[in-house]
T-cell receptor, first 116, second 111 residues
Framework: DAGVIQSPRHEVTEMGQEVTLRCKPI?????LFWYRQTMMRGLELLIY????????DSGMPEDRFSAKMPNASFSTLKIQPSEPRDSAVYFC??????????????FGQGTRLTVV | EDKVVQSPLSLVVHEGDTVTLNCSYE??????LLWYKQEKKAPTFLFML????IEKKSGRLSSILDKKELFSILNITATQTGDSAVYLC???????????FGTGTRLKVLA
């Protein structure tokens, strides 16, 4: 498996524009996580899905953020409208629900978002 | 509120030194603690610890969990410049299957 695949790797956009980040989890993994990483706040969990269903979105900062998982192999994180304070690296991760609980999370390479 | 705290925030050592990184946690329905290494890109998995007192080892790295005192340590012996990275620990919950990360310890190993 190629691992968790995210696109784009880098995104520069102007304030007010819509941004869509994409993620393909590892095949067969039951859980998908979206994280945001900044120097100030570290890795913050935004939302996670289990079997394509959103379980906890309490980390989503504002209504400007939304996430979907229409099928087991694809998820999107959308920011509309984007603001400069949204600039961060956004990671997608997936894990497998094993017999003893889920495995470690495997991370994608991240999308570095810059909003100017 | 669940939280994971790591110390020190940053550390500079010389090659050959031994370092100990600390992680304390307050996580509801705690199930396991994970350590990751992050160089320039994605965090990569090092260890998952679920039982107290059982050391996990991988080469020069080792880690142990104390569920009574709610902390874990990551030891790196005979450090090398390639160990320079941010080391993250995360508490994993049962039931909700969340991973809560600390802000990391930035380790720099000088030649």
């Amino acid at each position: 498996d190629a691992g968790v695949i995210q696109s784009p790797r880098h995104e520069v956009t102007e304030m007010g524009q819509e941004v869509t980040l994409r993620c393909k989890p590892i095949s067969g993994h039951d859980y998908l996580f979206w994280y945001r990483q900044t120097m100030m706040r570290g890795l913050e969990l935004l939302i996670y899905f289990n079997n394509n269903v959103p379980i906890d979105d309490s980390g989503m900062p504002e209504d400007r953020f939304s996430a979907k998982m229409p099928n087991a192999s694809f998820s999107t994180l959308k920011i509309q409208p984007s603001e400069p304070r949204d600039s961060a690296v956004y990671f997608c991760a997936s894990s497998l629900d094993g017999l003893l609980g889920n495995t470690e999370a495997f991370f994608g390479q991240g999308t570095r978002l810059t909003v100017v | 509120e669940d939280k994971v705290v790591q110390s020190p925030l940053s550390l500079v050592v010389h090659e050959g030194d031994t370092v100990t990184l600390n992680c304390s946690y307050e996580v509801t329905n705690f199930r396991s603690l994970l350590w990751y290494k992050q160089e320039k890109k994605a965090p990569t998995f090092l260890f998952m610890l679920t039982s107290s007192g059982i050391e996990k080892k991988s080469g020069r790295l080792s880690s142990i969990l104390d569920k009574k005192e709610l902390f874990s340590i990551l030891n790196i012996t005979a450090t090398q410049t390639g160990d320079s990275a941010v080391y993250l620990c995360a508490g994993a919950t049962s039931g909700t299957y969340k991973y809560i990360f600390g802000t990391g310890t930035r380790l720099k190993v000088l030649a």
